[in-house]
C-alpha cells in the first residue's frame, strides 16, 4: 500500500475527512528538489549523522546496515561514527566478552538527533516540526502516528526515496553540546519531542472530591498569589527514594550551559476551528453554527504565578536522580517494589495541586529554556495522557457559565494568576480576563468574593457539566451494534455461545439510559440482519445476499430501543448458537458486513463491536494470506506490516465522520492479516482485542480470559461523539499524535468513542524560548456526551517548571514516560521505514542521552559506562523493548502476534505498556505478610520485584512472572513440599498437571496469601490476565524465558553485552 494519504468523503458531498498530517491553513511551502519523492509528501525528515561522513560515492558508504543483533562471523565489534566534539578520555579497562557472544548491534545512521556538522539520512528527530511537502501531494500515512505541519520553510538536504519516514523536523543547523557553531547570527535551533504514558505505580489520591454537586465545609487551599512580589518559596526537591547503597559518588557538576538564541517558530495554538474551541449560536433559522469565540490578542508577557521560581535551579544540591551511577559495576538497580513518577520540581503550593501522573505526565519534568538546550539533552519531549480513566475521586461542577480564557479558549485552572477578585490572568496565553460575576460565588463554602476558592481553581482534574452552547445536536443515545461471524470456522471455535452467554448476563449493565438503542447483524458469506421491531413474537431474520450492493432491508426496525425490546433481544441472543450450529458455510464477508453497519449506524453513531475468527475472504475488504512461515525468524526485516489494502481505513475515516467507532475482537487459529484489519479500529478510535488460538474446550485459559475481558467491555464506562485538544503555553507547540483516534483539524483528536483503557502520546517541540517563564502549563480539555445523554468536559492541567541547565533537564527525566514514547515512535518507524531503522533508532537513543550526559553534564571522566540514577533503567528497558514481540528478530514469532504488540504499544496506558516491556517477576513460595498491603481488609503481600535473568531463579522455589496479559508461575523441580500441597494443591511435583490455569481454594494461610497477591496484581489492569502454571517440560516454559531479557540468546544480546556495546560506542 502506497504511503499516499487519501480523502474520503462522508455521505454525498461530505466534509472529506484527510488522516494524517490535516492541512494548515498557512501556504505551503516548496522544499528543494530531492527530499521527497514524486507525489508524496516530504516526510521523510532526515536527522544528520553525529559526525562527517567519510569521502566516497554516496552517503551510505560508510556502515552497511544491518540487523541490530544478526549474527556473522567471529565476534567482530561494529564501529559507530564518530561523535562530534572534543575527544573522550580513552576508557577504562572492560570485561573481556564472552568468545561465543552474539556481535554487536551494527551502528547506522539512524538516531534520532539532528548534528549540525553534516546531515545524513537517519531515523528520528525528537522535536522537531516536520517540514511541508511540495504543494498538492498528499501526506504519508505511518500507522496512526499523524504529524501536523508547519508554517516556516527551513533548509532541507537532499535525501534519497528510499529513506524512511522521521517524526522529526527537518534538521536545520543545531547547537549540540560539542558542535562547532560558524560565526554569524545564532542559529535556530532543531526540536526534540516525546510523549509519555502513565507509570506502573498504585493510584495516587487526587486533590478532588468525589462526583457531586458541590457542598460546603470543603476547605480550600489559601489565597492566591497578590500582584506584588510572593514570598520567598524553596523549590521542592525531587524526592529521593531508596538510596542506591553502592552508587558511585557523584563528581563535580559542570557549569550551567546556557543556550544560544532560539529561532522563533510562529505558533498558532488558538487559529483552529473546532468543537471544544468554539462556542455555539442558533442563527435565525434554528441551524447551529460555528462562531469564532475571540481574537488572539497579544501576549501579556511571563505569568506572574511565582517570581521566586526564576532562582530555581537543581544546581545547588545534588538530587539522589543525579547520583552518578557505573551500570557495569552496579547489578542490583530494580527497585524492589513499583517505581513512581517523578515529582516536578515545583513550590509546594502548586505541587500540592497538580495532576496526577496517572493521568498527564511528561517525559521531562524539567521543561529546557530553548530548543537548543533540549537538542543537548538527547532526550524526547512529549506527554502522556490517560484522559478518560476510571478514577475514584473526580470533582464535577454544574455550571451555566463555564470560564475559559477569552483568547486561547484554556479552561481556568489551578495555575492562573489573580491579579485581584475581579481578573485573572491565563497561565497559557497570559491575557488578562475579567471574572464573570456567577464565578465570584463559591459553591463549597457559600462564599461570595473569593474566586480563587472555588474547585475550578483548587483541582487540576475537574468534569464540568456543559450548558447548550457546547451541543452541536442534542446528546445522542448510546447506540451498540454487535456484528458477528457465523461461518463454520466460527462455530467450531464456540465463541458465539460465549458472546451471546455474557450478553445475557450483562444485558442491564450496558451503559445507557432510556433512549438506548441495540443491534445485531451477523455474516457468513451472505449478511443477516434481525428485525426486533416491538410486537413481534419472536425475532425475524433479513437475508441479504447481494454482498456488492449492500442494502438495509427494513432500516427502523433493525436499531431498537433496548428497554422496549428487551425481551426480543434475550430471546435471539438464546437462540443465536444453535441457528448456525450446522452450518458448513466457509466464507466471509466482512467487508460487506462493515458497511451494512456503517450505513446503520450513521444517523445517530455509536459503537460497533465486530467478532471475527478468519480472513475475508468475499466482496470488497478481502484479503489474502501474507504470511510466509517459514520466514518468521530467519528474515532480517519484516515485511506486510502495513494494510493491503486502503479499505478499512478509508471505511473508519467515514466512520470516524459519522460519530462511529469500531472495535474488533479476533479470535482465530490462522492468519487474519490484523495489520489490515486494525485499521478500522485504529482510525475510528476503536479498540482491537486479540486471542489466538481461541477455543472452548481446547484453550480453557483463552476462554477464561476472553469472558473476563468481555465483561469489562461491555460494563465499562463510554464517552460518545468525544473531541479532545491539549493546549499548551506559548512557545511550546504539539506536532505528533499516537494512539487511536482521527485528526480532525491541526491539534482536535476526533474520538467518536472514548473508553477509560485508551492512552494517547504526543511528542512536542520548544518553538519560542522560554527564558522569561518560571513554570508552563499544559492543559488537556476531553468533551464527550455520557451514557445518560449529558455533554460533558473532561479537564487535566499540569504545570511544570522552566529551567535553563542541562542537569537540571537530566534531574527531571522520567525513564518510563521516555521508554513509553520512543516505543510509539518505534511503530511508526517499523512501518512506514523497517524493524532493523527502529530497532537502531532506539539503540542509539541510548547512546546519545548517555554520551550527552557524560560529556555536558559531568566535568571528572571517569572509566565504565555512567547513567545519572533517574536514567539508570534506560538501557534496561530499551533491550527489553528490542526483545519484545513487537520488535523482536531470530525468533520464531506469529505476523499478526507482532502487529498486535505494536498495535498495544501505541494504545495501551503507561501503566499497562510498562508490564509489556518489562515484566515483573517475583518469588512467591515464601511470601510472608511483613511489610504487607492491607487492602480492604485483605493483607496483601508484597514480595521484592527480582531482576529478569535465570541467576534469580532456583529450583528450590516457585516464582511469579507478570507480563500484563499473562501470568506465569513457574514451579522449580524442587519446589518445597509444602508450597506445593499448600497452595497448588498437590502432593507432588510430579502431580502437578500440565494445564493447570488456577489456583485452588484452599483453607491455608499460604494459599489465602498467594492467591491474594495474585489476585490484587489482577485488579492493577481493565482486563483479565490469564494464569499458567508451568513446570520444566510445559510448552510454555519458552514463553517464560523468553522474557528472561537480561539473558543472552541464541539471536539477541544479553544486558552486560548491550551495556558494553553501549559503552564502547560512548567511548569513541
Known amino acids: 500500500m502506497s504511503n499516499a494519504g487519501f480523502s474520503s468523503q462522508n455521505g454525498a458531498g461530505g466534509q472529506a475527512y484527510v488522516n494524517g498530517p490535516s492541512q494548515s491553513p498557512f501556504p505551503m511551502q516548496q522544499v528543494s528538489q530531492g527530499y521527497s519523492t514524486p507525489g508524496q509528501l516530504g516526510y521523510h525528515n532526515p536527522v544528520p549523522a553525529k559526525a562527517p561522513m567519510p569521502p566516497g560515492p554516496g552517503l551510505y558508504n560508510a556502515v552497511p546496515p544491518v540487523s541490530s543483533y544478526q549474527s556473522g562471523p567471529g565476534p567482530h565489534m561494529p564501529v559507530r561514527p564518530q561523535m562530534g566534539g572534543p575527544p573522550p578520555m580513552p576508557p577504562g579497562p572492560m570485561p573481556p566478552a564472552s568468545q561465543n557472544s552474539v556481535p554487536f548491534p551494527t551502528a547506522s545512521t539512524n538516531n534520532y538527533y539532528p548534528n549540525a556538522q553534516n546531515p545524513s539520512p537517519s531515523s528520528w528527530n525528537y522535536g522537531v516540526r516536520p517540514p511541508m511537502g511540495v504543494a498538492g501531494t498528499p501526506p504519508p500515512q505511518p500507522g496512526n502516528h499523524v504529524t501536523s505541519t508547519s508554517s516556516s520553510p527551513s533548509p532541507v538536504p537532499n535525501l534519497p526515496p528510499s529513506q524512511g519516514f522521521s517524526a522529526g523536523p527537518p534538521p536545520g543547523p543545531t547547537l549540540t553540546p560539542d558542535a562547532s557553531r560558524p560565526p554569524g547570527p545564532p542559529l535556530p535551533p532543531a526540536s526534540l519531542n516525546s510523549w509519555a504514558p502513565p507509570g506502573s505505580v498504585p493510584p495516587l489520591p487526587m486533590n478532588a472530591m468525589t462526583p457531586q454537586t458541590y457542598q460546603p465545609g470543603r476547605p480550600a487551599y489559601g489565597p492566591p498569589p497578590t500582584a506584588g512580589p510572593p514570598p520567598a518559596m524553596r523549590p521542592t526537591p525531587p524526592p529521593t527514594g531508596p538510596p542506591l547503597g553502592t552508587a558511585t559518588p557523584p563528581p563535580p557538576m559542570a557549569p550551567q550551559h546556557e543556550a544560544g538564541p532560539s529561532g522563533s517558530v510562529s505558533s498558532n495554538a488558538s487559529a483552529f476551528n473546532d468543537v471544544e474551541n468554539m462556542d455555539w449560536d442558533v442563527n435565525q433559522s434554528g441551524v447551529t453554527q460555528w462562531m469564532d469565540s475571540g481574537a488572539v490578542l497579544p501576549s501579556m508577557g511571563p505569568a506572574q504565578l511565582s517570581p521566586s521560581m526564576a532562582a530555581m535551579s537543581l544546581q545547588s544540591q545534588t538530587p539522589d536522580a543525579l547520583r552518578v551511577v557505573n551500570l557495569l559495576q552496579e547489578r542490583n538497580l530494580l527497585p524492589p517494589t513499583a517505581i513512581e513518577a517523578p515529582t516536578p520540581c515545583l513550590p509546594q503550593d502548586l505541587q500540592k495541586v497538580n495532576c496526577s501522573p496517572e493521568v498527564f505526565r511528561s517525559t521531562l519534568t524539567s521543561i529546557p529554556q530553548t530548543q537548543a538546550l533540549l537538542n543537548k539533552a538527547k532526550l524526547p519531549l512529549g506527554l502522556l495522557l490517560h484522559p478518560f480513566k476510571d478514577l475514584s475521586q473526580l470533582p464535577v461542577v454544574t455550571s451555566s457559565t463555564i470560564v475559559r480564557c477569552r483568547s486561547c479558549r484554556t479552561y481556568i485552572n489551578p495555575f492562573v494568576s489573580f491579579l485581584d477578585q475581579r481578573r485573572w490572568k491565563c497561565n497559557l496565553c497570559y491575557r488578562v480576563n475579567d471574572v464573570p460575576e456567577e464565578f465570584m460565588y463559591n459553591p463549597v463554602s457559600r462564599c461570595y468574593g473569593e474566586p480563587h476558592k472555588r474547585p475550578e481553581v483548587q483541582n487540576a482534574t475537574i468534569e464540568f457539566i456543559a450548558p447548550s452552547e457546547y451541543m452541536l445536536r442534542p446528546p445522542q443515545p448510546a447506540v451498540y451494534l454487535f456484528v458477528l461471524d457465523v461461518s463454520h470456522n466460527a462455530v467450531q471455535t464456540g465463541y458465539i455461545d460465549v458472546v451471546c452467554q455474557s450478553l445475557l448476563e450483562n444485558l442491564n449493565s450496558l451503559p445507557g439510559d432510556t433512549r438506548t438503542k441495540i443491534g445485531f447483524i451477523t455474516f457468513d458469506s451472505t449478511i443477516h440482519f434481525y428485525n426486533l421491531q416491538e410486537g413481534l413474537s419472536q425475532p425475524q431474520m433479513l ?437 506445593l500441597t499448600q497452595v497448588l494443591g498437590v502432593p507432588s511435583y510430579a502431580a502437578l498437571p500440565q494445564n493447570m490455569t488456577q489456583l485452588p481454594e484452599l483453607d491455608t494461610a499460604e494459599s489465602t496469601r498467594t492467591r491474594a497477591f495474585v489476585g490484587w496484581l489482577r485488579e492493577q489492569r481493565p482486563f483479565y490476565p490469564t494464569l499458567h502454571v508451568i513446570k520444566d517440560d510445559s510448552q510454555l516454559k519458552a514463553n517464560f524465558m523468553q522474557s528472561m531479557v537480561e539473558d543472552r540468546t541464541e539471536s539477541a544480546l544479553s544486558y552486560y553485552e548491550f551495556l558494553l556495546h553501549v559503552q564502547q560506542q560512548i567511548s569513541k
Open 543 to 979: 437475508i441479504v445476499s447481494d454482498i456488492e450492493d449492500i442494502f438495509l432491508p427494513t432500516p427502523d426496525s433493525l436499531l431498537v430501543n433496548f428497554n422496549e425490546c428487551k425481551e426480543l433481544v434475550q430471546d435471539l441472543l438464546k437462540s443465536l448458537p444453535q441457528m448456525f450450529s450446522k452450518t458448513m458455510e466457509t466464507q466471509s464477508a466482512l467487508g460487506p458486513s462493515l458497511q451494512a453497519a456503517f450505513k446503520l449506524l450513521s444517523p445517530t453513531g455509536g459503537r460497533v463491536s465486530v467478532f471475527q475468527t478468519q480472513l475475508p475472504t468475499l466482496g470488497v475488504g478481502a484479503l489474502k494470506s501474507r504470511e510466509d512461515p517459514n520466514q518468521r525468524a530467519s528474515a532480517k526485516d519484516i515485511p506486510h506490516l502495513s494494510p493491503a489494502t486502503d479499505f478499512y481505513k478509508k471505511l473508519a475515516l467515514d466512520c470516524s465522520g459519522q460519530q462511529v467507532a469500531v472495535d474488533l475482537f479476533m479470535l482465530s487459529s490462522q492468519y487474519c492479516d490484523l495489520a489490515s484489519l486494525g485499521c478500522i479500529s485504529r482510525y475510528s478510535a476503536g479498540s482491537v482485542h486479540y486471542y489466538p488460538s481461541y477455543h472452548n474446550q481446547h484453550n480453557p485459559a483463552q476462554t477464561e480470559r476472553f469472558q473476563k475481558d468481555l465483561k469489562r467491555y461491555l460494563t465499562r464506562k463510554i464517552g460518545f461523539e468525544a473531541v479532545m485538544r491539549i493546549r499548551c503555553t506559548k512557545g511550546l507547540s504539539i506536532h505528533t499524535f499516537h494512539g487511536n483516534f482521527f485528526v480532525r483539524s491541526t491539534d482536535l483528536l476526533s474520538l467518536p468513542n472514548v473508553n477509560p483503557d485508551a492512552g494517547f502520546a504526543v511528542q512536542m517541540s520548544i518553538e519560542e524560548n522560554l527564558v522569561d517563564m518560571q513554570v508552563v502549563s499544559f492543559q488537556a480539555a476531553l468533551l464527550y456526551t455520557s451514557s445518560k445523554g449529558e455533554r460533558r468536559i473532561r479537564v487535566h492541567t499540569m504545570c511544570l517548571p522552566v529551567v535553563n541547565s542541562l542537569s537540571d533537564i537530566f534531574a527531571g527525566a522520567d525513564v518510563q514516560a521516555i521508554t513509553g514514547l520512543l516505543a510509539s515512535m518505534a511503530v511508526d518507524r517499523s512501518v512506514t521505514a523497517s524493524l532493523s531503522d527502529a530497532r537502531d533508532a532506539m539503540t542509539n537513543a541510548v547512546i546519545d542521552s548517555l554520551a550527552s550526559y557524560r560529556t555536558a553534564v559531568l566535568t571528572i571522566q571517569q572509566p565504565g559506562l555512567l547513567s545519572p540514577t533517574c536514567l539508570r533503567l534506560f538501557p534496561l528497558y530499551i533491550l527489553a523493548l528490542l526483545k519484545q514481540i513487537a520488535f523482536r528478530t531470530g525468533t520464531s514469532t506469529r505476523l499478526d502476534d507482532r502487529v498486535f504488540a505494536m498495535c498495544q504499544l501505541k494504545y495501551q496506558p503507561l501503566a499497562y505498556l510498562m508490564l509489556m516491556i518489562h515484566p515483573a517477576l517475583y518469588r512467591v513460595d515464601d511470601l510472608t505478610d511483613e511489610g504487607a498491603l492491607n487492602v480492604s481488609d485483605r493483607t496483601i503481600p508484597q514480595p521484592r520485584v527480582l531482576q529478569l535473568s535465570v541467576e534469580k531463579l532456583s529450583r528450590e522455589g516457585a516464582f511469579l512472572m507478570d507480563t500484563g496479559s499473562v501470568m506465569y508461575l513457574w514451579v522449580g523441580r524442587n519446589c518445597n513440599p509444602q508450597f
